[in-house]
């Protein structure tokens, strides 16, 4: 199967992103308050309540991102044969490795991350693919402000049929990643 071509991801981008924009914009705003440099107007207090006001909101989100963020959710695994030892200890080993592979990949940590990216913005992207060099699966969180995906039909659904990420990349990284593009 052949995928879309370069002008017309570059052409689904600008949609999407030109779609995104309202959201984008409360999102950089939500970004430059919790980091301190967007001055909130309260203008029925004085300066001194204001900035209070102003670390309540980082205090707050992180806090309430913190709470969703602690508890690890436990994972169970089938056990297709009740009356088979062999079946519970597959099933026991299968467990101990996921919850391995979640501590060596930082889980905890990306699930804080990502518990306040849902908290502030409404949206905690993430892909799951395997580590090139340990060929386990990894979790590389992807910001909200740079994920643009298709729309979908049901809401519920976490998985997306396509997304297109974005980042900034000089010209000469975006030349040696992609030498046949050179031209254009």
């Known amino acids: 199967m052949i995928g879309p071509t370069d002008r017309e991801i570059c052409d689904l ?4 992103r030109k779609d995104a924009a309202p959201w984008r914009a409360r999102a950089e705003l939500i970004t430059r308050v919790y980091n301190g440099s967007e ?16 670390n309540i909101i980082a205090i707050g ?11 690890t959710p436990d994972v169970r695994w ?9 079946s519970r200890k597959y099933a ?10 979640w501590r060596s990949t930082k889980l905890p940590r990306k699930m804080r991350r990502r518990a306040r990216w849902l908290r502030g913005y409404g949206s905690a992207p993430v892909t799951v693919m395997a580590d090139p060099v340990t060929k386990r ?8 402000l740079s994920t643009y995906t298709a729309p979908q039909t049901d809401p519920d659904e976490v ?23 050179r031209a254009e």
């Open 13 to 16: 981008y600008e949609v999407r």
């Open 61 to 71: 989100l992180d806090q309430s991102a913190m709470r969703v963020a602690s508890v």
């Open 159 to 181: 998985a997306v049929d396509d997304v297109i990420f974005s980042h900034a990349m000089t010209i000469a990284a975006a030349i040696k990643r992609f030498p046949a593009k």
């Open 78 to 86: 089938a056990i297709p044969d009740m009356t088979s030892d062999k």
């Open 92 to 101: 026991d080993v299968q467990r101990e490795a996921t919850l391995s592979w």
């Open 39 to 54: 001055a909130v107007p309260l203008p029925e207090l004085d300066a001194n309540e204001a900035s209070s006001v102003a």
């Open 137 to 144: 699966p990894t979790w590389a969180l992807r910001s909200p």
